[in-house]
């Protein structure tokens, strides 16, 4: 068995390891999924044995996918379109980082992020054989540098007798189609909403002795929204961040009374944001999300998800504000407030 072991490896130390017996034990896919996701091929690695026994887990849970696949029985759906435009996404961002040399991002991508886009289309209603097959198809070629077996297996399920390892990925593989950015959009959008809203139910549940039953989304007010967006292009364009006042206080919602308001929201809570949103958020700004129709139109499955009766989602003043925290909404983070029915 394995114990708790970790310590860097050195010839020096006498303390590297031969990996016959755990190859023997656990296999050569595990041993080669540890160590391309535990070492960069410049650096040293820390020997772990919890993390060969976390790659041998991982290596039996891939193993069972397509299997779990062949049973879908499903018919198309709105969601088929994401897991499409998803499987494209992965595979560029997989040869990314293959040309890179980035074996760790890579193996994350193939052997750990996929898995979870699996399961997120199938929680969103998916089972469409015919999505599960072109998954499976590109997923064969990612899997091949860090688990070649467990990859020639998942190919002679699906194939017609070729080896996996013979397999060219064509030219253009995975090539970005025109609507793919607003189909991934709404689906990170509301992966994110769902983990936050997650621990502000935990925290309503402590604070009401109980379950809520209803959530009430109020997103953010259309000038905060435009004030992101342009501070977003304003520095995308090479504009100094300490000059975009100039351009804030021309805006409509800038003036008169509101003045004072605005260029403290800006200074206190949108500048410091500004430079905090990753690559992913910054895109969903830019292109124009619209985070109430999202929630709205989703409202059964959040409901599922968060374990809710009803759920309703306005954009800040549309509605009453319930409990009071409206305005407080800012861009891509909606206020949530969690009541009993």
């Not at 072991?5 to 390891?17: D, P």
Request: net charge negative; aromatic share 10%.
């Amino acid at each position: 068995g394995l114990g708790m072991r970790s310590a860097k490896m050195s010839k020096s130390l006498g303390n590297t390891v031969s990996p016959e017996g755990l190859v023997s034990e656990f296999g050569a896919d595990t041993v080669r999924l540890f160590i391309l996701f535990a070492a960069q091929p410049e650096a040293g690695m820390d020997w772990s044995d919890e993390g060969v026994l976390a790659g041998w887990r991982q290596v039996n849970l891939l193993h069972g996918i397509p299997a779990s696949i062949s049973e879908w029985a499903g018919t198309a759906s709105s969601i088929d379109a994401w897991m499409y435009a998803r499987t494209r996404q992965q595979v560029r961002r997989w040869m990314v980082a293959m040309d890179d040399a980035d074996l760790r991002r890579a193996v994350e991508i193939s052997h750990y992020e996929l898995v979870k886009d699996l399961n997120w289309y199938t929680r969103r209603g998916g089972a469409n054989p015919e999505v599960g097959l072109d998954l499976l198809k590109s997923w064969c070629y990612m899997l091949q540098t860090a688990t070649p077996h467990l990859a020639e297996e998942w190919w002679s399920d699906i194939s017609d007798g070729e080896l996996n390892a013979t397999r060219v990925m064509p030219q253009g593989f995975g090539d970005i189609e025109g609507s793919d950015d607003e189909v991934l959009a709404g689906e990170v959008y509301l992966r994110q909403f769902l983990d936050s809203a997650r621990n502000t139910k935990r925290m309503a549940e402590r604070h009401l002795g109980q379950s809520p039953t209803k959530a009430i989304a109020q997103t953010s007010d259309d000038w905060k929204v435009d004030l992101a967006i342009s501070a977003l292009r304003f520095i995308a364009d090479g504009g100094d961040v300490k000059q975009f006042q100039k351009v804030l206080i021309a805006k409509p919602y800038a003036q008169g009374e509101q003045k004072g308001e605005v260029i403290t929201f800006w200074r206190k809570k949108m500048l410091p944001q500004v430079f905090k949103w990753s690559d992913e958020e910054r895109a969903l700004l830019l292109g124009g999300l619209d985070e109430s129709m999202i929630l709205g139109t989703n409202f059964g499955f959040i409901c599922t998800e968060l374990e809710l009766q009803e759920f309703t989602a306005w954009k800040f003043g549309d509605g009453e504000d319930v409990g009071g925290r409206g305005g407080s909404a800012f861009p891509l983070r909606p206020s949530l407030t969690f009541v009993e029915k």
